[in-house]
Every structure is written in C-alpha cells, then in structure tokens.
C-alpha cells in the first residue's frame, strides 16, 4: 500500500502561482512513476504532469506544457507541482497518484490515488 496527501491548493487570480505537494509514505517511493491529474466539475478525470521514478524524465499534457513543472525529491517521499500563470481553466480538484513502471496518462492505470486538493483560478 501507498499513502498519498496532497497539500497546497487554494485561490488565486489568473496569472497567478501555486505549488502543490504530495507526499507518499508506505512502499518504498522511489520505485514509482508519479503522476498529477485533475478533474473538473462535469470533466473526466485528466492527465497532467508525470516524472520517472529517478526524476529524469518528465511529461506533461499540451495544456500545462510551459507553465507547470513537475519534480521529486525521493529522499523526502515528496513530489510538486509547480504551477505557473494559471488560468481559469485550470481550476479543478488536484490529484496525485502512482504506478509502477513507465509513465502512462491513463487515470485508470494508476494504483494509488490521493484525496485530491482544490485549485481555484479566479478571471
């Protein structure tokens, strides 16, 4: 079993920046591709951003290429989400999740999921 808690998420005007968080405890970390999704009211569930698990690899989805970044600090069981000049349509509900093996933007191909945390963009 893998924990996952995400942290970070909140309000803010567009163009605006935020940094989630999303801490793991429980298998060892290092071992898993992460990854970011969110979803919209009414939306499915989308791909976001995801990094390998020595971190030397990253992916990203056209819509956040450019302005979000995401990382890991293995040491710390901790992977971000920097998210730069955020738009309206990027307010959704957060979430991370991990696999084993290579990246994959299928939602459904994830084992572990988190609670999610709330981003709000305001025009």
């Known amino acids: 079993q893998v924990q996952l808690v995400e942290s970070g998420g909140g309000l803010v005007q567009a163009g605006g920046a935020l940094r989630l968080s999303c801490a793991a405890s429980?298998?060892?970390?290092?071992?898993?591709?992460m990854g970011w999704f969110r979803q919209a009211p009414g939306k499915e569930r989308e791909f976001v951003a995801a990094?390998?698990?020595?971190?030397?690899?990253?992916y990203y989805a056209d819509s956040v290429k450019g302005r979000f970044t995401i990382s890991r600090d293995n040491a710390k069981n901790t992977v971000w989400l920097q998210m730069n000049s955020l738009k309206p349509e990027d307010t959704a509900i957060y979430y991370c999740?991990?696999?084993?093996?290579?990246?994959?933007?299928?939602?459904?191909?994830?084992?572990?999921w988190g609670q999610g945390t709330q981003v709000t963009v305001s025009s």
């Open positions: 429980g298998r060892p970390f290092n071992i898993y591709t």
């Open positions: 999740a991990t696999r084993k093996g290579p990246y994959r933007t299928l939602a459904r191909t994830y084992d572990y």
């Open positions: 990094i390998n698990w020595g971190g030397g690899n990253t």
